[in-house]
């Protein structure tokens, strides 16, 4: 009896250092979850830029081509119109065209402003619920922590208790026994003690398994905001940008405004001096008319008499009948370049034909009018050869055609022929005989004109023909 009761303490102090190991591998692990902090490793993310600057390099080319096209045509409609005005509208089509354009890309602006707005309200409602997910998370796994603790403390004490009754208050325990019902009473006690202790042991693995559930789950919420903050930083950049770009682009279009608004009142205010110009060239015109119509019949005339008297025709039909049939006599300072060709007339200037013979809108004044010769595009200083030989009857100023010379071909055929050279910028020549290609004069802008170029003119019994045909 004594020997199987003196086993009793053994055992018990083999289950009492076994659950001391136990609790021992569950506090340390314990406070290794419980002490664990959150990774914060800063993470990439995605910034999502919403649009983004267009590439417009090839664009804007043609935007610019396109625009210089429309410039160069609203000036050769407005030839002979005031430099003044031909700016003002100059100004007006930049302003309209560019009007269009920027109103185009304040859509564009504004489309991406309230993209850029919509972002960074969807990231920032999910950073704002993020938030409150972290701080019941951080509750939770307070309380998880709590109970924890008190688990370990409890347990440990248990196992102070054990570890203390496995020496020799066990041995009391079998001694102080009176009867084996006693002792088998005391026994079962003790066992009920020990599965106390495993069932307090279960429950901490419980909760330490959870513990580490939540600390992970918190690790990878910390980690989805540091997310959304990159994010939401992003998107407040690119609403800012949005928002610069669109007040930018307002304000250009506010001051392209402007620039409309003054152009069209420069314009309005030079309408009826543009009448008074346009009307004082209709009247040189028509005295150029009459005088070579004059000269024509007087030729014709003078033509007959002598055919009826058998003389030689004068000098001025003399040589009207010479420049039909010339093919390109030299003169002084002639070129066969210039003003060859089997025509009564050769070419003035070698350049293309910017602007050709017929009615011409006028974009201001809103009536077609006659453009009476072509324009040859070329640059002032470019020597200006007749067109044929011919006497000057004319070389000086002379309104809004500037420095221009009038060479009379006379009769080719039966019909007088003349041409004018315009807006030259200085004479070669201001009367006499010229030869066919001989240097009269050099390409300018004086005048009515919007750039350096010849306005060329061809006049047939002192009516404006196509100069094309000769």
Same mark, same amino acid.
């Given at each position: 009896?004594?020997?199987?009761?003196?086993?009793?303490?053994?055992?018990?102090?083999?289950?009492?250092?076994?659950?001391?190991?136990? @609790?021992?591998?569950?506090?340390?692990?314990?406070?290794?979850?419980?002490?664990?902090?959150?990774?914060?490793?800063?993470?990439?993310?995605?910034?999502?830029?919403?649009?983004?600057?267009?590439? #417009?390099?090839?664009?804007?080319?043609?935007?610019?081509?396109?625009? *210089?096209? +429309?410039?160069?045509?609203?000036?050769?409609?407005?030839?002979?119109?005031?430099?003044?005005?031909? #700016?003002?509208?100059?100004?007006? !089509?930049?302003?309209?065209?560019?009007? @269009?354009?920027?109103?185009?890309?304040?859509?564009?602006?504004?489309?991406?402003?309230?993209?850029?707005?919509? =972002?960074? *309200?969807?990231?920032?409602?999910?950073?704002?619920?993020?938030?409150?997910?972290?701080?019941?998370?951080?509750? +939770?796994?307070?309380?998880?922590?709590?109970?924890?603790?008190?688990?370990?403390?409890?347990?440990?004490?248990?196992?102070?208790?054990?570890?203390?009754? $496995?020496?020799?208050?066990?041995?009391?325990? @079998?001694?102080?026994?009176?009867?084996?019902? *006693?002792?088998?009473?005391?026994?079962?006690?003790?066992?009920?003690?020990?599965?106390?202790?495993?069932? &307090?042991?279960?429950?901490?693995?419980?909760?330490?398994?959870?513990?580490? $559930?939540?600390?992970?789950?918190?690790?990878?919420?910390?980690?989805?905001?540091?997310?959304?903050?990159?994010?939401?930083? #992003?998107?407040?950049?690119?609403?800012?940008?949005?928002?610069?770009?669109?007040?930018?682009?307002?304000? =250009?279009?506010? $001051?392209?405004?402007?620039?409309?608004?003054?152009? &069209?009142?420069?314009?309005?205010?030079? @309408?009826?001096?543009?009448?008074?110009?346009?009307? *004082?060239?209709?009247?040189?015109?028509?005295?150029?008319?009459?005088? /070579?119509?004059?000269?024509?019949?007087?030729?014709?005339?003078?033509?007959?008499? $002598? =055919?009826?008297?058998?003389?030689?025709?004068? &000098?001025?039909?003399?040589?009207?009948?010479?420049?039909?049939?010339?093919?390109?006599?030299?003169?002084?300072?002639?070129?066969?370049?210039? !003003?060859?060709?089997?025509?009564?007339l050769g070419v003035p200037v070698d350049g293309p034909i910017t602007s050709p013979f017929g009615p011409r809108y006028h974009p201001i004044l809103h009536y077609s009018r006659m453009h009476t010769g072509v324009d040859y595009g070329v640059g002032c200083g470019v020597p200006v050869r007749a067109a044929a030989p011919g006497q000057v009857i004319s070389a000086g100023r002379a309104g809004g055609y500037g420095n221009r010379i009038v060479v009379d071909?006379?009769?080719?055929?039966?019909?007088? /022929?003349?041409?004018?050279?315009?807006?030259?910028?200085?004479?070669a020549v201001t009367g006499g005989h010229v030869s066919r290609g001989q240097v009269i004069g050099y390409v300018g802008t004086t005048g009515l004109s919007t750039g350096c170029h010849l306005h060329y003119e061809v006049l047939r019994d002192g009516a404006y023909v196509d100069p094309t045909r000769y």
């Amino acid at each position: 009896m004594r020997h199987r009761a003196l086993r009793v303490p053994a055992l018990w102090r083999a289950g009492a250092m076994t659950v001391a190991v136990v @609790v021992a591998s569950l506090v340390l692990g314990s406070a290794g979850a419980a002490g664990q902090q959150p990774a914060l490793a800063p993470s990439a993310g995605r910034a999502d830029r919403v649009g983004g600057p267009r590439a #417009a390099t090839g664009e804007a080319g043609d935007r610019q081509r396109k625009l *210089d096209r +429309q410039i160069a045509q609203l000036r050769s409609q407005l030839e002979g119109s005031s430099r003044e005005l031909v #700016a003002a509208a100059e100004k007006l !089509s930049r302003a309209r065209y560019r009007l @269009v354009t920027v109103r185009a890309d304040l859509a564009l602006a504004q489309d991406r402003l309230r993209a850029a707005q919509r =972002e960074d *309200d969807a990231v920032g409602s999910r950073l704002a619920y993020a938030r409150a997910q972290e701080t019941k998370a951080q509750g +939770q796994l307070r309380e998880r922590v709590e109970q924890v603790d008190a688990a370990r403390a409890s347990l440990g004490r248990i196992a102070r208790q054990s570890y203390l009754s $496995a020496g020799l208050p066990g041995l009391e325990l @079998v001694l102080d026994a009176a009867t084996p019902q *006693d002792f088998a009473d005391r026994l079962v006690a003790t066992g009920t003690v020990l599965r106390l202790q495993g069932n &307090t042991v279960n429950r901490i693995a419980v909760q330490q398994s959870d513990l580490r $559930a939540r600390t992970a789950g918190l690790q990878a919420l910390r980690k989805q905001i540091d997310e959304l903050k990159e994010r939401s930083q #992003a998107a407040v950049a690119v609403r800012e940008e949005a928002t610069d770009r669109a007040e930018r682009i307002r304000s =250009e279009q506010a $001051a392209l405004v402007a620039q409309e608004s003054r152009a &069209t009142a420069a314009i309005e205010a030079r @309408v009826s001096q543009e009448k008074i110009r346009l009307a *004082d060239l209709n009247v040189e015109q028509n005295r150029l008319r009459v005088r /070579l119509a004059a000269r024509a019949r007087a030729l014709r005339e003078s033509r007959a008499r $002598a =055919e009826r008297g058998g003389t030689a025709p004068s &000098t001025s039909s003399a040589s009207g009948d010479r420049s039909e049939s010339s093919g390109g006599s030299g003169g002084s300072g002639s070129s066969g370049g210039s !003003s060859g060709g089997s025509g009564p007339l050769g070419v003035p200037v070698d350049g293309p034909i910017t602007s050709p013979f017929g009615p011409r809108y006028h974009p201001i004044l809103h009536y077609s009018r006659m453009h009476t010769g072509v324009d040859y595009g070329v640059g002032c200083g470019v020597p200006v050869r007749a067109a044929a030989p011919g006497q000057v009857i004319s070389a000086g100023r002379a309104g809004g055609y500037g420095n221009r010379i009038v060479v009379d071909h006379g009769l080719v055929g039966n019909v007088g /022929l003349a041409t004018t050279y315009n807006h030259l910028s200085r004479f070669a020549v201001t009367g006499g005989h010229v030869s066919r290609g001989q240097v009269i004069g050099y390409v300018g802008t004086t005048g009515l004109s919007t750039g350096c170029h010849l306005h060329y003119e061809v006049l047939r019994d002192g009516a404006y023909v196509d100069p094309t045909r000769y």
